[in-house]
């Protein structure tokens, strides 16, 4: 399987506290990206990092790749309880479509 | 809003019905797919259509049947499913052509089959 494994399945954190979330990845990828998805609902694209990367900001979120040890982490600095959500990685490998993990569910409490 | 819309977005069907879901957009995207997400389970891509073509089945069993009558719209019919087929299906759809173009997702229909 090419699936992205997050980790940890489950986060808890007060707010204003930053939480990190992990991704690991079993193949060579072009891209990696990160998507949210609040209870219920489609999932949101957040930040996209090339495998030339090693860094990449947006905002309040921080994402890091590490080709080498083919994973990835997603930081949210100053949480806040609208964070609340799961937040999935998705890596794009060979033709026109994304393979996902499991997530980690994040919840800020206020 | 993501510009992609699902209806219905709950849909409860017995294992005898049979049901379509639809996904519309107008983002002007060309490559359309269909996800499965259970609990606990990585999002499972069922269908991909590239410019109205199917592209992807990953071995999804026979009663679930994509169409893609235009680059707009994807609709995915339902008949004798099973209770396990219970979960929420995601419509997602991009620029074809390019991995760095971002998915954007549909709100989703969550389905029970009684």
């Known amino acids: 399987s090419q699936q992205g494994e997050e980790d940890p399945q489950a986060l808890s954190i007060q707010e204003g506290e930053n939480a990190t979330m992990n991704c690991s990845y079993k193949t060579s990828i072009n891209n990696l990206q990160w998507y949210r998805q609040n209870s219920g609902r489609g999932l949101v694209h957040l930040i996209l990092?090339?495998?030339?990367?090693r860094e990449k900001h947006s905002g309040r979120l921080r994402v890091t790749l590490d080709t080498s040890k083919k994973s990835s982490s997603l930081l949210i600095t100053a949480s806040r309880a609208a964070d609340t959500a799961s937040y999935f990685c998705a890596t794009w490998v060979e033709g026109n479509q994304f393979y996902f993990g499991t997530g980690t569910s994040l919840t800020v409490i206020p | 809003e993501t510009g992609v819309t699902q209806t219905p977005r709950h849909l409860v069907m017995g294992m005898t019905n049979k049901k379509s879901l639809k996904c519309e957009q107008h983002l002007g995207h060309n490559a359309m797919y269909w996800y499965k997400q259970s609990a606990k389970k990585p999002l499972e891509l069922m269908f991909v259509y590239n410019f109205k073509e199917q592209t992807e089945n990953n071995s999804v069993p026979s009663r679930f049947s994509p169409e893609c009558p235009n680059s707009s719209h994807l609709f995915l019919h339902l008949h004798t499913l099973q209770p396990e087929d219970s979960a929420l299906y995601l419509c997602?759809?991009?620029?074809?052509?390019?991995?760095?173009?971002?998915?954007?997702f549909g709100p989703g229909t969550r389905l029970t089959v009684l």
């Open positions: 997602a759809s991009k620029l074809a052509g390019g991995s760095y173009n971002e998915q954007f």
């Open positions: 990092i090339r495998s030339n990367e």
